[in-house]
């Protein structure tokens, strides 16, 4: 089988494209959002209801699975897919950022990574060996190695440290992947901060072991929009053509349209889920604060141009209603909206691409998003 094939290329001189990839559990139509479901759970929807809105791919992350509820339990269920009720494609985050987030809490060795659990204190130690095994065990479809992340803002010296390491890991996990997995999928992670030298040898040292895909690493940490795209512009095309390119942890509208325009084809982040719950909207016509007080009397609907489930039935007076009101209901029907306009959104991407009209969706999509209500 296949893992990745692209359908539809882009006119010569150009990076975007329309692909599928093909796993056991699903097929999934690239470029493609996956919805954040960190501890096995996207944050106030359900299933059922992901399925609706058209995921066919959700991401859960190794650390804090690993942490609670343990692999006990998970193995005790059968797999991740079984633990949680959700039987299409699952792509698991090694757990890397996370843990060196703790900051004193983590200790970096060329072994492994020690760490004290952030819910006990209890210690712990990684390797990239042991992450392998522990997705193993989630059996996810699309596995991402250990990899290590040099904090922002950071010095060439640290990012020359962190990418170094991170090839050195991204063999030794890329050899016990190999032993023991035959099924699934695993990427490599392209690190390196904001320094253009550091990221193509990052990339190099990957091709080299090779993956059924890469990621870009280290963006939407807190760098500038400048710099965002600067790397983006510069790495992206350079990854190898027949695999997918995945983007790691980058969400706003602007920042997916221009890495799709420069060859990603994956893409998850918090943001439609973490704004659901702070009451920011996404509209065709831009972002919208749920809570402000000029929609106490409106009957209308949150986005005229949204077929989703809140949308078809629900005001924005309701919705700020529940909002004001702190009812759970907020976070659950302002999560499905949001949610459902970035895998539209996607959709309608895709659409373009095939329809060699992607240039002039994003200009236009651009034009209305940014214009406002």
Known sequence: MEFFKVLTESPKGKFYRAGKIRTKTGDIETPIFMPVGTAGSVKSVLPDRLNDIGASIILGN??????????????????????????????????????????????????????????DGSKFFMTPESVVDIQNIFDSDIQMVLDNF????????????????????????????????????????????????????????????????????????????????????????????????????????????????????????????????????????????IKNSMYKEDMSPLDKDCDCYTCRNFSRAYLRHLFISKEINSAVLNSIHNLHFYLDFMEQIRYSIKLGMFEEFKNNFLKKFNKGE
């Open 150 to 289: 040099a904090s922002f803002p950071s010095t060439d010296e640290e990012n020359i440290k962190s990418m170094k390491l991170t090839s050195e890991w991204a063999l030794r996990a890329r050899n016990r992947f190999i032993e023991t997995n035959k099924h699934n999928a695993q990427f490599g992670i392209v690190q390196g901060g904001l320094n253009t030298e550091l990221r193509e040898e990052s990339l190099g040292k990957l091709k080299e072991i090779g993956f059924e895909g890469y990621a870009v690493g280290g963006l939407s940490v807190g760098e500038s929009r400048e710099e965002f795209e600067r790397i983006v512009s510069f790495i992206v095309p350079k990854m190898e053509a027949k695999k997918p390119r995945y983007l790691m942890g980058s969400g706003t509208p602007e920042e997916i349209l221009f890495a799709v325009e420069h060859g990603i084809d994956m893409f998850d982040c918090v943001m439609p889920t973490r704004n659901a719950r702070n009451g920011t909207l996404f509209t065709r016509s831009g972002k919208l604060s």
């Open 62 to 119: 190794t650390y804090h699975l690993f942490l609670r509820p343990g692999l006990d339990i998970i193995k005790k269920a059968g797999s991740l897919h079984d633990f949680i009720s959700w039987r299409k494609p699952i792509l698991t985050d090694s757990g890397g950022f996370q843990i060196f987030s703790l900051g004193n809490n983590a200790k970096v060795s060329d072994k492994g990574v020690e760490f004290k659990s952030h819910i």
